[in-house]
């Protein structure tokens, strides 16, 4: 069962156009959908156990967290990306770069929304359950945000982001059977 949700408005003639038409699944997330993640080999599915992992940190997440900008990206999608790139590091899948794609750039890493450098260092937690904070003595938050978006393409150095939760070095992996 699927439906369509369309946003229509009158244009300066006062005649109705849609401005937005999309397809969605009116039950939660849909298991046969497959989402578009820009990660650091490019944009690529997610699989259906890391969407389902990232709306479950929805539901984990404790809203705690009350500081720091996100360009109009709200603190859940935040908890639920870092909750997502844990699952993705421990199935050794391509961390998420960012939330939001910019169709412009290889790979859609948008800038505005980064969760990472190249090394796997989030750009918004320094534990697995505590948020990094910027405070004038670690660091510009400005400056991480443009080094970490470079880094993930080779164009700044290595490990931008300092005292970080690292995805990858903190991976528990499960022997599977």
Same mark, same amino acid.
């Given at each position: 069962m699927r439906n369509t949700r369309v946003s229509f408005a009158k244009n300066s003639a006062?005649?109705?156009?849609?401005?937005?038409?999309?397809?969605?699944?009116?039950?939660?997330?849909?298991?046969?959908?497959?989402? +578009?993640?820009?990660?650091?080999t490019g944009l690529t599915d997610s699989p259906?156990?890391?969407?389902?992992g990232h709306e479950l940190?929805?539901?984990?997440?404790?809203?705690?967290?009350?500081e720091g900008g996100w360009f109009g990206?709200?603190?859940?999608?935040?908890?639920?990306?870092?909750?997502?790139?844990?699952?993705?590091?421990?199935n050794d899948l391509p961390l998420r770069t960012s939330?939001?794609?910019?169709?412009?750039?290889?790979?859609g890493l948008d800038m505005q929304t980064v969760l990472i450098d190249c090394v796997g260092n989030s750009?918004?937690? +320094?534990?697995?359950?505590?948020?990094? +904070?910027?405070?004038?003595r670690n660091g510009n938050e400005g400056?991480?945000?443009v080094n970490a978006s470079k880094s993930v393409y080779g164009r700044a150095d290595s490990s931008v982001l300092?005292?970080?939760?690292?995805?990858?070095?903190?991976v528990k992996h499960t022997k599977k059977k």
């Open positions: 006062g005649v109705v156009e849609i401005t937005d038409a999309n397809d969605y699944y009116p039950f939660g997330i849909d298991p046969k959908s497959r989402a +578009q993640t820009p990660t650091a259906f156990f890391v969407s389902l940190g929805h539901k984990k997440d404790k809203n705690i967290y009350t990206v709200s603190r859940g999608e935040i908890f639920a990306s870092h909750i997502e790139n844990m699952i993705r590091a421990e939330y939001s794609i910019n169709p412009k750039v290889f790979g750009f918004y937690y +320094q534990s697995a359950n505590r948020a990094f +904070q910027y405070n004038g400056d991480d945000r300092k005292r970080r939760y690292n995805y990858y070095d903190n």
